[in-house]
């Protein structure tokens, strides 16, 4: 299982539509990265009359991939600011 930490960053604008407030820029940064490994349950397709190997990440649904495919992402930070760059 591939393990993504991420840190957010968005920027909270008040409008008379919804005065109070929403997300108009949200920015996502990759701290780190913890792979999984090879596929454990690689699936054969056939392509131009040859057999081919691939991971099950880039054929089945998330439902159906082994462990090692699967990706969880983990936010560490989110931190909320104002246009004028006051944090909330």
Do not use: F, S, W
């Not at 792979?35 to 990440?57: D, E, H, K, N």
């Amino acid at each position: 299982m591939t393990i993504y930490l991420v840190d957010i960053e968005q920027v909270v604008h008040t409008c008379p539509v919804h005065p109070e407030g929403h997300p108009h820029d949200i920015r996502r940064t990759i701290v780190d990265v913890i792979p999984g490994g090879p596929c454990r349950a690689p699936v054969t397709v056939r392509c131009g009359g040859q057999t081919v190997l691939i991971p099950c990440r880039r054929h089945e649904p998330v439902k159906r991939q082994c462990g090692a495919c699967r990706v969880i992402v983990t936010e560490r930070t989110i931190t909320t600011r104002t246009p004028n760059g006051i944090a909330v």
